[in-house]
């Protein structure tokens, strides 16, 4: 079996075909991705060398917010050049000097870049450089920029033993968050728990570490009458401030606009903190060239380390990939053995089912259709063991009368002649049966539909069965409203379809007993029911009541007459209408056949 299949063609080629192209394909990704490494370096690069930056700038920006002047800068800019690895020169904004990063250096103004890197000034701090700072106002002044706001010594060891003594209250008290204490720039303590600060409720006293000093009042003041100045020059009701520098109007003469107090508050605090602040200053910084390193690079040395990689990561890949192949071709070559007995005739050739992966999948789908192709087989051999039954029995009788006949047992009279051609008609009977169900199953029954009124086409068919329902003594009723239901359907074929029906319920009732027919409309189908008073159907039997040449008789006797194809032609009709049949059954009490079909609700057809 493996010579039928060319190599070239094989599953297992085309894997291993596969796989290196795809082993191919990753090896040029990698080396695309490490030649890339130089430049993801570069970007890594220039991103410290902007962090060094930024921490430079906000190192300077906290000097300045917490000195007066740049004259004892100096030590803080070498110490920042040795973290950094960059050269940093400050200069006012006339380019003078202030101070180097290298000692006793003394860089000419014209050596300098035509632009500074940053301005470094604790009044309008550069958000794009400086980090930001918890409750940091809007108007970029530095948070550390407290001026006479700074606590004494005194002040700060009160603060400090009171946050701690808050605190510990705290976590005595079983507090299940996690509580620190932090120090602000102007040194009040506040403690925080899980990261927020406590700044409402008297548990622990808190209000005594809430309480403004009297440092903080008097700059409080202080920056209240600056600011109601600068109202007063506007023109502008007075505010009053809060200790977090909100306000609210001191005097009921009326509200000053909140533009005007935002822009005097911040002219106010400049002012306020002007003597306390080093003026604006220009930042320069360099550094110096650096060549950026890669692991790869197009050395002798590394040209080998990339072959000998790209060689055993494409033999890895083909080990693998043949050793999965030869899992995947073994359940294939299962299915083929079991295929090849299936066409010798072998009807039990199946598959072994052995995962639930797509081959197991495949495996379960060819023992279905094995299951499938064998029940197919029996009902094909039931058939014909079916047609030669229902027609032998005719035909033994026309041969039997014949014979008798031609030996002069029998006279060839009138009677003779009449059996014969009931035997005949009975023949012509199953054929048309056949060739109908044989048209159905190819599809190629041929409707006429048009315009059916139900209770009329019903009534048809009680006349025409009358007689055979009088013969058996069976009444035969009609059950229907004064106007039925209107549908769209073939009159021939549902006429045939509800006689089949109606022959099969008087042959089934016993003398005495009633067949009802009766239409009816349910939401949009119309409905025809066939209910008689018979024998009923036993319940493991009622799925087979459609099935070709079943009777409910074992025997496969003929005294109960049809040839056993009516009720499967009914079903035929049925689905070419696009309908369907059903039947309910209680056995000894009788049984209901129930025909399905859409409808049409809008009124007699003209």
Not at 68 to 88: K, M
Not at 121 to 149: K, M, N, S
Not at 198 to 216: A, F, I, K, N, Y
Not at 581 to 605: A, D, I, K, M, T
């Amino acid at each position: 079996m493996r010579g039928d299949i060319p190599l070239r063609r094989s599953l297992r080629s085309r894997l291993l075909l596969l796989s290196a192209l795809v082993s191919l394909c990753s090896i040029v990704a990698t080396a695309w991705l490490v030649v890339s490494l130089t430049a993801v370096a570069i970007g890594g690069q220039r991103g410290q060398v902007l962090a060094d930056d930024a921490r430079i700038y906000d190192a300077l920006v906290g000097f300045a917010a917490t000195h007066p002047d740049w004259g004892d800068v100096g030590p803080v800019i070498r110490e920042l050049s040795r973290r950094t690895g960059r050269h940093i020169t400050l200069t006012d904004e006339n380019r003078h000097l202030l101070a180097d990063s290298e000692k006793g250096g003394r860089r000419p103004a014209r050596s300098l870049p035509s632009t500074a890197s940053a301005t470094v000034d604790a009044f309008a701090v550069d958000t794009a450089l400086a980090p930001r700072y918890d409750g940091a106002p809007a108007d970029r002044i530095d948070p550390r920029a407290v001026g006479p706001f700074r606590l004494t010594a005194r002040e700060k060891a009160a603060q400090q033993a009171t946050a701690s003594r808050v605190a510990n209250c705290m976590r005595g008290a079983g507090v299940l968050q996690d509580v620190s204490v932090v120090q602000l720039p102007n040194g009040r303590e506040q403690v925080m728990i899980d990261g927020r600060a406590l700044d409402t409720g008297d548990r622990c006293r808190v209000d005594e570490l809430l309480r403004r000093t009297d440092t903080e009042r008097k700059a409080l003041a202080q920056l209240g009458r600056l600011v109601n100045g600068c109202l007063t020059a506007r023109h502008a009701p007075p505010v009053q401030l809060a200790d977090d520098l909100t306000w609210i109007p001191s005097t009921a003469r009326g509200t000053p606009d909140s533009r005007a107090v935002t822009t005097c508050l911040s002219t106010a605090r400049r002012e306020q903190l002007d003597p306390y602040v080093a003026p604006a200053a220009l930042l320069f910084t360099s550094g110096p060239d650096q060549k950026i390193a890669t692991f790869f690079d197009l050395s002798d040395t590394n040209r080998t380390r990339i072959a000998g990689v790209t060689v055993a990561v494409l033999l890895t890949t083909m080990t693998v990939t043949f050793v999965a192949g030869t899992r995947m071709v073994r359940p294939l070559r299962a299915l083929t053995g079991a295929a090849r007995r299936m066409a010798e005739g072998d009807e039990s050739a199946h598959v072994e089912v052995t995962g639930d992966d797509e081959f197991g999948k495949l495996a379960e789908a060819f023992n279905l259709m094995a299951s499938r192709r064998r029940q197919l087989e029996e009902l094909r051999r039931a058939l014909v063991s079916d047609v030669a039954h229902e027609l032998r029995t005719p035909l033994s009788n026309v041969r039997g009368w014949l014979e008798a006949v031609e030996d002069g047992v029998v006279p060839a009279d009138k009677n003779l002649i009449s059996s014969l051609l009931e035997e005949a008609l009975l023949l012509q009977h199953i054929i048309d049966d056949l060739r109908d169900l044989a048209a159905a199953d190819a599809g190629a029954l041929r409707l006429h539909p048009e315009g059916v009124d139900a209770a009329a086409l019903l009534a048809q068919v009680a006349r025409a069965h009358q007689g055979s329902a009088g013969s058996a003594g069976v009444r035969l009723r009609v059950r229907s409203g004064d106007e039925g239901p209107h549908l769209y359907a073939d009159p021939v074929r549902l006429r045939q379809a509800i006689g089949n029906l109606v022959s099969n319920a008087i042959r089934h009732t016993p003398a005495g007993g009633t067949v009802t027919l009766c239409t009816r409309t349910e939401g949009d189908e119309v409905v025809f029911s066939v209910e008689d008073t018979g024998s009923g159907i036993s319940g493991e039997d009622l799925p087979r009541v459609f099935d070709r040449f079943w009777r409910a008789e074992k025997s496969r006797s003929r005294q109960g007459g049809g040839s056993g194809l009516g009720l499967s032609i009914v079903r035929k009709l049925a689905e070419a209408h696009g309908g369907t049949v059903h039947v309910s059954s209680v056995p000894r009490e009788g049984s209901v056949f129930s025909l399905r079909l859409p409808g049409q609700h809008s009124g007699p057809v003209p």
